[in-house]
Nanobody, 123 residues
Framework: VQLQASGGGLVQTGDSLRLACAAS????????MAWFRQAPGKEREFVAS????????NYADSVKGRFTVSRDNSKVTAYLQMNSLLPEDMAIYFC?????????????????WGQGTQVTVSS
């Protein structure tokens, strides 16, 4: 599966952004989709995931209640709605997929990665 992330940008604290991850070349609807992020000087960390049927979502504690992950299998696209953005949310956001029904917060479990989209939050 090839993944293309988009939707990043420069926003102010408290603003919202919606990221999109378009998939191609694979069986999108059968796989788990996830979002990770990497801030300068830090390791890439798990943000959110959604299973193949969109019946189970998981979030990092730092984004619970502010971010929502979703997917539209008919459009082979996953989304990350980010509300109430904070300066600590500033990072490059990556989408990832794995060809299994269940998800994982571990980077090593994902086999396909998008190129990343920059989210900058000014205080």
């Amino acid at each position: 599966v090839q993944l293309q992330a988009s939707g990043g940008g420069l926003v102010q604290t408290g603003d919202s952004l919606r990221l999109a991850c378009a998939a191609s070349g694979g069986t999108f609807s059968n796989g788990c989709m996830a979002w990770f992020r990497q801030a300068p000087g830090k390791e890439r960390e798990f943000v959110a995931s959604i299973n193949w049927g969109a019946t189970t979502t998981n979030y990092a504690d730092s984004v619970k209640g502010r971010f929502t992950v979703s997917r539209d299998n008919s459009k082979v696209t996953a989304y990350l709605q980010m509300n109430s953005l904070l300066p600590e949310d500033m990072a490059i956001y990556f989408c990832a997929s794995r060809p299994f029904f269940d998800c994982s917060p571990l980077r090593s479990r994902y086999t396909s990665w998008g190129q990343g989209t920059q989210v900058t939050v000014s205080s």
